[in-house]
């Protein structure tokens, strides 16, 4: 269990409004931790979980580059200071002229898995590198993510040759084991993918220069639907990529180097929102049953996408020794997906609170900002500051 840092704990306790705050001394201090934990892995941060300048900025000048999914992101991350060379872009989804507008602004290093997309990134960025993700199953992770992208090993093979034949570097090979994994094994399925995949690579003479092994490195902080901490293997996990790394650099060579696109491992638990309390109520279901309601202002559409898959742990500043009661916790709009699912367990919460009584929630810097809508139903997307300067 992550716990938040003295400069997030001063910063939410100085608010008088709402926001969201990110430690960047918090995510240095990651990063140094995770390259510590996976000496040789060079960290390229999948800034679709916190597209922040200052965020970037600071992870760039620790030596990280960018994971990006779109030429606007890798746009941004430029201009925020990270070299063009320390990027790639990582979706597999692209059109002809987002590969173009990449290429234009300098990006050399495509992600593709399908024989349409490399031809298209041969078009558009002739002479790139190209690197194959291969499909997970996801299994073990909050989100699989496992249907929308990769490919199978044989087709792996099929890309990077044609890639080849196309006046493409076939450079790598990538997979993802799907976000926040939970289990060391699912590294250990993707190392044995890989490493077969590599082994025929080899035999047909394409030699790669690097394996991605993806993101879904897990944040410490979060709550599982049932409000316990979620306690991911973070140790066992390493371990397996560092034994993993040995293995395919056994089977494809020592030159072989390792990229890995960390997203919410590194800012989840270094950025907490605070809210406020729209209103405690409650309300008798049609069977007449009572149930209490704690309406935040903050919730599924402005901050806590994710509040279908987790739960975020709350702090309530001015009632800490109130007697609580169990509530099902819900967001400001007027739709009806904003709360916690049926199936989450009731959170209990201080039963004097009143509306505008603020509420922390905690463990919330992944995916907040970049899943804001636009202001559905006129609450506008919380403003953001950065605390703590970036240096450890
Ligand atoms: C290609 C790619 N890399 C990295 C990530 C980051 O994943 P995570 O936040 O689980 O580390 C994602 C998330 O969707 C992704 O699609």
Redesign the pocket.
């Known amino acids: 269990m992550a716990h938040p840092s003295a400069p997030l704990l001063a910063a939410l306790a100085d608010a008088t409004e709402d926001g969201i705050f990110f430690d960047l001394a918090g995510i240095r201090r990651g990063y140094d931790t995770l390259r510590r934990e996976l000496p040789g892995v060079d960290i390229r941060f ?1 800034m ?2 916190c597209p922040v300048d200052e965020v970037l900025a600071c992870l760039a000048s620790a030596g990280a580059g960018v ?1 990006g ?1 779109s030429p606007r992101e890798l746009e941004q991350a430029l201009r925020a200071g990270v070299p063009v060379d320390r990027m790639h872009y ?3 989804v692209k059109s002809d002229r987002d590969i173009a507008d990449a290429h234009r602004l300098g990006v050399r290093d495509f ?1 593709t898995d399908s024989v349409e997309d490399l031809a298209a990134v041969a078009a558009q960025a002739p002479g790139a590198r190209v690197f194959c ?1 291969l499909a997970a199953s996801g299994d073990g ?1 909050l ?1 699989g ?1 496992s249907n929308k ?1 990769g490919c199978s090993p044989a087709d792996a093979v099929r890309i990077l040759e044609t890639a080849r034949e196309s006046g493409l570097t076939p450079s790598g090979l ?1 997979v ?1 084991v ?4 939970m289990t060391a094994d699912a590294w250990h399925s993707a190392v044995e993918c890989l490493a077969d995949v590599l082994a025929v690579l080899g035999r047909r003479g394409i030699v790669l220069d690097h394996v991605n092994l ?5 944040a410490l902080g979060y709550l599982d639907r049932h409000g316990r901490p979620l306690e991911p293997p973070l140790d066992k996990i390493f371990a397996v990529v560092r034994e993993g790394m040995r293995h395919l650099r056994e089977v494809h060579g020592e030159h072989l180097a390792f990229v890995m ?6 800012v989840a638990d270094h950025g907490a929102i605070r809210a406020h309390v729209a209103r405690l109520a409650e309300r008798r279901r049609p069977d007449g049953e009572p149930r209490h309601w704690l309406y935040l202002s903050c919730g599924k559409f402005n901050g806590l996408y994710e509040m279908d898959a987790l739960q975020y742990p709350l702090v309530f500043p001015t009632h800490p020794d109130d007697e609580h009661l169990p509530a099902v916790v819900a967001g400001p709009t007027c739709d009806s997906d904003d709360a916690y699912p049926q199936g989450h367990a009731l959170v209990h919460v201080p039963r004097e609170l009143a509306s505008g009584d603020p509420v922390w929630v905690l463990a919330s810097g ?2 907040a900002l970049s899943y804001t809508t636009q202001g559905f139903n006129g609450f506008a997307p919380l403003p953001y500051t950065c605390v703590g300067g970036g240096r450890p």
Do not use: C, I
């Not at 696109?261 to 590194?266: A, I, Q, S, T, V």
């Open positions: 999948a679709k979980s994971d999914a990582g979706n597999t992600a993700r992770a989100w993510l992208f990538s993802h799907g976000s926040q994994q993806g993101g879904g490195l897990p696109e960390p997203g919410r491992h590194l992944a995916y």
